[in-house]
């Protein structure tokens, strides 16, 4: 994210994996907090990580998470 000049909180959750045909792809659920709206919308239009072709780096908005405060 910093590469992409966007300035987030974030909280990674467990490891997680999956199969796609032969190559097992591993990743994490990330909760992003602290971000602004444009650069909220930024991430939810290009995705996160090389394998959000597939699905993966895809963006759900919430609009408070309990506990970041």
Known sequence: ???LGIGARFI???R???RA????????????????????????????GRERGL???IFVPHKKIGGTE
């Open 21 to 48: 045909g032969a190559r097992e792809l591993i990743g994490y659920p990330v909760v992003l907090h602290d971000c602004s709206a444009e650069h909220s919308m930024r991430l939810q239009e290009i995705g996160l």
């Open 55 to 57: 699905g993966c780096g």
């Open 16 to 18: 997680r994996s999956l």
């Open 1 to 3: 994210m910093e590469g």
């Open 12 to 14: 990674l959750g467990r």
